[in-house]
């Protein structure tokens, strides 16, 4: 029998957070606590779906008390925590002239401070057991630089910088720490292309459609299931990037 693993998703009710958790739950051995902030009812809709194979949680990841409780409740409930991954985040176009400070701190808060916080909260448990891994979402953008995404960009290269640094720190520790980049994909976060922009992106991308979620968690699983992968921004996006 093998030992049961637990893992903790942030934004998993939505989007690419949303299909991580099925992808991971289709994995016996893997227990999920799926958390979100605003939709909660997309949460207790999926923990009907998924039963006992995840609970659910309320916290706002920017907020170093509210990550300190997802993680307490975490450990109450399973006793340890072997995955987690980062996954919650917002995006915002602007100008760069037109980013103000609440927007720039808003910004960082939600997508690079809220990462710093959920692994030094998870750090302990896994150094505890020599075993860890972490997935961060970061993006394309924080590769090559988005124009009108300065803020979005710099946070997300701030978390490939935080992998790469962390995964020397951790690796004595057997801590994994990996990032995920994608490219486009079609979620919420991109509601507002029109077709004609969608078709403009995908005329650029070699395998000639923008990406799925499905296509995301599918990595995420690979660098749980793998041994000897850390330190790495992978970045699935169809080859738009190359
Ligand atoms: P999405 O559909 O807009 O979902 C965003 C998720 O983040 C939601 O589950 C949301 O939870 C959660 N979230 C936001 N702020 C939070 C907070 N303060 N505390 C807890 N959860 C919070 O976006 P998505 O496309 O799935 O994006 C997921 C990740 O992929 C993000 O980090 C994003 O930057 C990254 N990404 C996306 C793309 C893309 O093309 N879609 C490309 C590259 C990278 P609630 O709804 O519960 O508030």
């Not at 893997?30 to 609970?55: M, T």
Request: net charge negative; proline share 2%.
């Amino acid at each position: 029998m093998k030992i049961e693993k637990i893992a903790i998703v942030t934004g998993g009710a939505r989007g690419i957070g949303k299909a991580i958790v099925y992808e991971l739950a289709k994995n016996e051995n893997i227990k999920i606590v799926l958390n979100y902030n605003h939709s909660e009812e997309n949460a207790i809709e999926i923990k009907k779906e998924l039963g006992n194979k995840i609970e659910i949680f309320k916290a706002d990841v920017s907020k170093r008390e509210e990550v300190k409780k997802l993680v307490n409740y975490t450990l109450e409930k399973f006793g340890k925590i072997d995955i987690l991954i980062n996954n919650a985040g917002i995006s915002q176009e602007k100008m760069f002239t037109d980013i103000t400070d609440e927007d720039w701190n808003n910004m960082l808060q939600v997508n690079l401070t809220s990462v710093f916080y959920t692994i030094q909260e998870v750090l302990p448990n896994m150094i505890h057991n020599k075993l860890g891994c972490i997935i961060n979402i970061s993006s394309i953008w924080g590769i090559t630089g988005a124009s009108c995404e300065v803020h979005y960009s710099v946070a997300k290269a701030g978390i490939d910088g935080l992998t790469k640094s962390l995964a020397k720190e951790l690796g004595p520790s057997n801590i994994r720490v990996n990032s995920v980049a994608p490219g486009i994909i079609m979620t919420d976060m991109n509601k507002n292309l029109s077709n004609e922009e969608i078709k403009s992106i995908t005329d650029e991308i070699p395998l000639g459609c923008v990406g799925k979620s499905e296509d995301i968690a599918k990595c995420v699983l690979w660098l749980i299931e793998d041994n000897y992968t850390t330190g790495q921004v992978i970045s699935p996006n169809g080859g738009w990037l190359i």
